[in-house]
């Protein structure tokens, strides 16, 4: 671990010039209550509204704050914890408002109601070689009518629809072209093609809206444009890719042509060094969430100059 962050610092410091800084200023905090805080979030849904709920999987539970960023509540999750190791990380939402919740002791995808009661319940399929599904992450496709859900011990991107049947597998293990090692979360374009954060391959990948791979951003490395340990990605309303680098504390945007278009940072050309970046929102208005988890909360930004 040592040897990797010294690695880090003198490589950054030597590709940070040819990096373009994306000056981002962090304008809220969303954090639980401090008699009852939470423990290590792992990811984060905006409703239309503008509520946002996190995933508190460590306490099994969701935290909801206000469009404001104020704390309102806390909603306990259904169904006993089999296995430590197992807790939910991966959350979404869908055009209707339901939570989708990915439940890795199950294998399968809670759909709660507003105000967190189970509606109902997805099997996530899987063949008999396969191991148990673990669902990290979690959305509506493009159409709406069906789930991808990142299958992270399984190397893939599952499409379900709502009774459970596969649509389509996208990927395999592997580190070829649309193969993928521990996929962690999916981010979707506007035109549909889908982004995969490919955490041990370290990088990237991009399909097109029939799953066909396209391309692969980053790989491994400790400077600008690579990455060690990738985990949240976010597409912004510009067509950027924010991806973020859980060891590195980093979050590097690029095209969806793989090119490099800056790292965040302070108007003094800094990086910021965010607590082990989960997951990477961007909603309509500009702003992006980010699920610091060592820090035991999300942070809100905006970028300098963006209305």
């Known amino acids: 671990m040592l040897l990797a962050l010294l690695a880090f610092a003198a490589g950054w410091a030597r590709s940070s010039e040819a990096a373009r800084t994306l000056v981002m200023e962090q304008v809220a905090r969303l954090e639980g209550p401090a008699a009852d ?17 996190v995933l508190d999987g460590v306490h099994m539970r969701l935290a909801r704050f206000s469009p404001e960023g104020r704390f309102e509540r806390y909603v306990k999750l259904e169904g ?5 190791r197992r807790l939910p990380v991966g959350l979404g939402i869908d055009a209707a408002g339901r939570l989708l919740v990915g439940d890795r002791q199950r294998g399968t995808i809670q759909r709660l109601q507003g105000n967190g009661a189970v509606e109902s319940t997805i099997a996530i399929p899987r063949d008999p070689e396969e191991r148990p599904a673990d669902p990290t992450d979690v959305m509506p496709s493009p159409s709406g009518q069906t ?5 992270n011990d399984n190397h893939c991107v599952k499409e379900i629809d709502a009774a459970g049947q596969l649509v389509r597998r996208i990927g395999r293990r592997g580190s070829g072209p649309g193969e993928m090692n521990y996929p962690a979360t999916v981010a979707l374009a506007a035109a549909g093609e889908m982004a995969v954060v490919d955490v041990l391959n370290a990088r990237v990948d991009v399909f097109d809206r029939e799953g066909r791979a396209l391309r692969a951003i980053g790989s491994q490395g400790v400077v600008a444009g690579k990455f060690y340990r990738p985990k949240g990605v976010a597409m912004d309303r510009s067509g950027r890719l924010h991806v973020g680098d859980s060891f590195t504390g980093l979050i590097q945007a690029f095209g969806l042509d793989g090119q490099l278009i800056g790292v965040w940072g302070t108007a003094g050309g800094q990086p910021h060094r965010l607590k082990s970046p989960a997951t990477i929102l961007a909603d309509a208005s500009g702003q992006f969430y980010v699920v610091e988890m060592l820090a035991n909360c999300v942070t809100v930004w905006r970028e300098r100059g963006k209305p």
């Open 37 to 53: 805080p939470m423990s290590q979030p792992t990811d984060v849904v905006v409703t239309s509204a503008g509520a946002a709920w």
């Open 80 to 84: 006993p914890v089999l296995d430590d």
């Open 147 to 151: 789930l991808l859900v990142v299958d």
